[in-house]
Structures are given as C-alpha cells and as structure tokens.
C-alpha cells in the first residue's frame, strides 16, 4: 500500500473546517492506505505557546483524531516529538535547504508580518515539515492550497538529496480531495476558517456545545438578498453555509438549494445548526469517553511505536548515505 503521512498543529481548537477537509479525509485514507497521522507539537513551538496549554491541546487533537473516526490499529497515530528522528532529519534538511528558499515561502511572509522580532524556527520549520514527510518515503501528503508550496519545497529537497548521495527519498504528490477541501470563515467567506482566527464567532469548534454552535451559525455573516441559492462568484458568504450544510447532511448542493427555495436565509440557518449539532454529537461522545478513560496515552505509545520503527532506518540510512559513522 501506498504511505500517506499528515498532521494538524495543537495550537488551538479543531474546527469544523479541520473535519470536513482533514479528518474526514484521513479516515477514508487509512482503509486503502498505510497511514501516519500526526500531532506536530514541533511545529507548535515557532510561535509562542504556553506549556499547560500546549499539553491540554496536544491530548485534545489526538482524542479528536481517534473520535472522528482514525482506528489506531489501522493508522498510526502519535506526536511528532515522540520520534526524535523526525527532528534530526529536520536539521540534516535543513543543511539541504538555501536561504532564498525559505524567504519566498508564504507562509513565513504572514505570520512575520508586522513583528519586530521572529524566532528562526518559524524560518526554517519547512525543513522539519520536509523531514516529517521524507522520513517514511510517503507517497500521497494531504494539503491544503496554503500548504502546497511547502510541499514543493519537500519534493525539491527531496531531489537535492537524491542527486548528491543517491536515490534514495521517494517524491511525495500531493492529495487534495476534490470535495470538503475548503471551508471558508463564518465571518468572511474570503478566509479559510482557522482555529487561528482571533474572533471565535469566526469558526465551529467540533468540541463547541449546542447552543454555542446555534448562536454562531445564527450570526454567521450572510449577502445581501435572502435567496437560498449557490453563486460563490456573487453570493460568497451562503454559498460557504450550504457547502458546510451539503457536507454535514450529506445532500447535493442542489438538493439543499431546492429545500429552502422562497423559505430565507432565517430557515436555512436555523436547520443548518442542526445538522451540524447532530453530526458533531457522536463524534463529541467518543471524544469524551477517550479523554476520561485516559486511552489516548496508549494509543500515541502504540503510534510513536509503529512510527519509530520505519522513521529510525529511514534516518540511519539517510546519515550512512551522508557519511556520518555509525553509533557502536
């Protein structure tokens, strides 16, 4: 089987978005592929995190990975800093990488935006992501559009490395469904949402409680008119609300549009709250059960485990190629 390796920050809480275009994703792939999930905790550090709540998140996601439906005797499921081969490759890459590189990386450009300082992880934390990849020679590496140009920098680094000490890395290609891969701001359908966005009505949160998630759907940013109708060109902002009502319901776009045809925009909120209400209940049940009965520590054990064991001969191959002696 072909290896699929992703993972998702715990800088914050999962939303509605990570679901539909991440996990959702991920527990289809781990039925026809060999799959590797990750909590990139690593990725966390270049920008500020306060160390109780980094730990509270880093549990959180990982319960949220197996609650949504990830089976961790079918992918591995784990912290990126419980393989510490992950981050000497980072820094092998990283000898791999040119400065100009870095520097055009968009990423970098946003989130430095406006600081007068930025630590140097944040520059060179494409490498690390670059190691997280190559280190299980993954074959398909779910992305969003903001993420493919890292991806090109992997199979760039990928290749430099190939071409000086042999081939060796397999080329990693892009997986991105055609379906759920977006879902934009509540607040601004311009945006993606993200569980970045500093405004809280911005986003669902697949742990916000029922009446929460009534009470931002219900405020949720609509255009003018009060048709019922799918024009993202024209009617941007509703056109997000029925593509999140079509993912959450499992109805076409067109269906959804001919059930509110002449009802308004207040029906079709309302009835869209619902429907994410009933399909984060299950999901939000068997987050609870995973985080009281405490099963999460074990099953990151059992996938730091499965992933150690292929990221370790992967490194040590890659230092033996590189002419580091080897540890006796």
């Known amino acids: 089987m072909k290896r699929v390796l992703s993972g998702i920050q ?23 592929h060999e799959c ?54 980072g820094w092998l890459l990283t000898t791999l ?10 990423q970098f450009k946003d989130k430095s935006e406006g600081k007068e300082s930025v630590g140097a992880g944040l520059f060179v934390y494409p490498a690390l992501m670059a190691a997280d990849i190559l280190i299980y020679n993954s074959d398909l590496i779910p992305v969003g559009e903001d993420q493919k140009q890292h991806l090109e920098l992997t199979r760039d680094l990928a290749q430099r490395f190939n071409s000086r000490y042999g081939d060796f890395f397999t080329i990693p290609e892009p997986y991105i469904p055609k379906v759920g891969a977006r879902i934009m701001s509540l607040d601004d359908a311009s945006k993606k949402m993200s ?94 059960e995973i985080r009281s009965s405490g099963a999460v520590h074990d099953i990151l054990k059992q996938g730091a485990d499965k992933a150690a064991a292929v990221a370790d001969r992967t490194l040590a191959e890659v230092k033996r190629r590189m002419g580091f002696l080897p540890p006796r």
């Open 10 to 32: 715990p800088s914050g809480q999962l939303t509605l978005g990570n679901y539909i275009g991440a996990l959702q994703n991920f527990v289809k792939l781990q039925h026809t």
């Open 195 to 288: 569980k970045s966005n500093p405004n809280p009505g911005s986003y669902i949160a697949l742990l916000d409680s029922p009446d929460v998630i009534r009470k931002k759907i219900s405020r949720a940013t609509t255009d003018s008119g009060r048709e019922v109708v799918y024009d993202p060109a024209n009617k941007p902002e509703v056109s997000n609300l029925m593509g999140i009502y079509a993912q959450v319901s499992g109805l076409s776009l067109q269906e959804v549009q001919d059930r509110y045809e002449g009802q308004g925009y207040g029906a079709f909120k309302k009835e869209l709250a619902e429907q994410i209400v009933a399909a984060l209940e299950p999901l939000q049940a068997r987050y609870n």
């Open 97 to 106: 990488t040119y400065m100009g590189e870095l520097e055009r990386m968009t």
């Open 36 to 89: 590797y999930f990750m909590v990139v905790d690593l990725h966390a550090i270049t920008v500020p995190q306060e160390p109780a709540a980094l730990r509270e998140q880093s549990e959180s996601v990982a319960a949220l990975f197996v609650a949504a439906g990830i089976d961790p005797d079918k992918a591995a499921v784990y912290m990126q800093s419980h393989v510490p081969s992950h981050a000497e490759l």
